[in-house]
């Protein structure tokens, strides 16, 4: 029997296939070995180790590199935090009264944004470890919002417990002279004009600090001080001048967690002049009387202050007093206290405060008046009148704490017991230069603010 034709020659088309790919994979794989030896690829290898073990190197050395920039820069950043130190506070407020008299820059023309409106910015920079300044800048409403240079001090650290001052520095008259201006810091609109009514800035000071650690958490604060004040106060249509040389004080401080008791005492040399009270001078020189336009004189102020705060219940209580050498010069006194209570965010308050001016010494100038010019004693006792001050005042209000840094007060204040002055409040000045007589029994004031510090 033959054989089938296609069996053999598919045999032998699957031999000679297998044969060409043999020959087509042999061939390419002879070149590469000719080409391409093994011991190159070895040598390449152990090139590529070599570069990428130099990469990682360079690498670790540029991360490191980059670490101790970001370290330098971060600690400039912090150093420069730590140097220069910003705050500031701001307070929006409206007010009106129901009296044509003004009191606080308040008056019943229309609703002021202006009396008790106050931009500041405060600025600490370290100098060194031991020195630093501060410089505190205040647009204040009443003073047509020009910027002043309340505070311009530089302080430097004698030792733990002994700081030297010198600079424009706040007279410190008041238990809240430090915090005066920044009116978050406590709950009224504005602090009782029954003592808060003499602006004790633009003082060229010197002063000594010393602190001390008394133990059972009571710490004791002693300022001494020495320096001068001038300046220029617009009252109404009048102009007051005044300047105080060798003004000096002393000032004691003590408080623990919830308690603060302060004491002062401060004299100066004070001389001022008003050309509303410059008419009137003319008629008392010529009866031989001493005259309201002083020359140095001797000016005595006295202050004492107590507050309480546990968190709840917050009380103020302070009292002043002003002393003259001079006959004709008033010697005032004022005082408050004041009683909050805090319900979460909401603190409900009511302050009591009375100012008075004794008349013991117009009184024995009137008498002299009276017997050697009696046609002048209607004027004399209008002027004395109008420099004395009688007031009691009744202020409630509500703060309200909005959020950290942020507060809202609303505030009544009623006063009365003017008695024949003016109480704090100024009215116009007539054709002799002095104020009106006061036509209100009781005035009310109507305040709103918004305070905040950041």
Known sequence: MKPMPNAINADTRYQLSFTCCYQLLVVPIILAIILF?????????????????????????????TERKTKSLSERVNNMREMYRIHGFI???????????????????????????????????????KARATIQLVSEGLKEHNTATEW??????????????GGRIRQPLYMLSESLKVRYTYPWVRPPLEVYNLDSNNAELFDVIYRNNLGNNIQLKAQAYIGRIAGTQKILESTLDFASDNTFGFRLEASSSNLLYVM?????????????????????????????????????????????NDGVYQVYAE???IGFDRSLLPRPYGGYISFARSYGAWQPFIVLGKANTPSDRFDSALNVIQQDAPLLAPLAERFFNS?????????????????????????????????????????PLDEFGLPTGLRDDHIFNYSLSMDAVF
């Open 37 to 65: 030896p093994p011991n190159l690829y070895a040598d390449n290898v152990d090139q590529l180790k070599s570069e990428v073990e130099i990469l990682k190197t360079e690498i670790e050395k540029l991360k490191q590199k």
């Open 91 to 129: 307070t929006a407020a409206m007010a009106t009264r129901d009296s044509e008299a003004v009191s606080a820059g308040i008056s019943n023309e229309s609703i002021t944004t202006q009396a008790d409106s106050i931009l500041g910015l405060q600025l600490e920079l370290d100098i060194n470890r």
């Open 152 to 165: 311009a001090y530089i302080t430097y650290d004698l030792n733990k417990r002994f700081d030297l001052r």
């Open 264 to 308: 002062g005492v401060h004299r100066s040399k004070l001389s001022y002049d008003s050309d509303a009270f410059r008419a009137v001078d003319e008629q008392f020189l010529n009866l031989g009387i001493d005259t309201i336009s002083a020359k140095k004189a001797s000016a005595y102020y006295y202050n004492l202050g107590a507050m309480y």
């Open 319 to 321: 009292a002043v007093k």
């Open 387 to 427: 420099i004395s001050s009688k007031q009691k005042t009744v202020s409630v209000g509500v703060r309200w704490d909005v959020m950290r840094g942020l507060a809202v007060k609303m505030q009544i204040d009623r006063s009365s017991g003017f008695g024949s002055t003016n109480g704090l409040n100024f009215t």
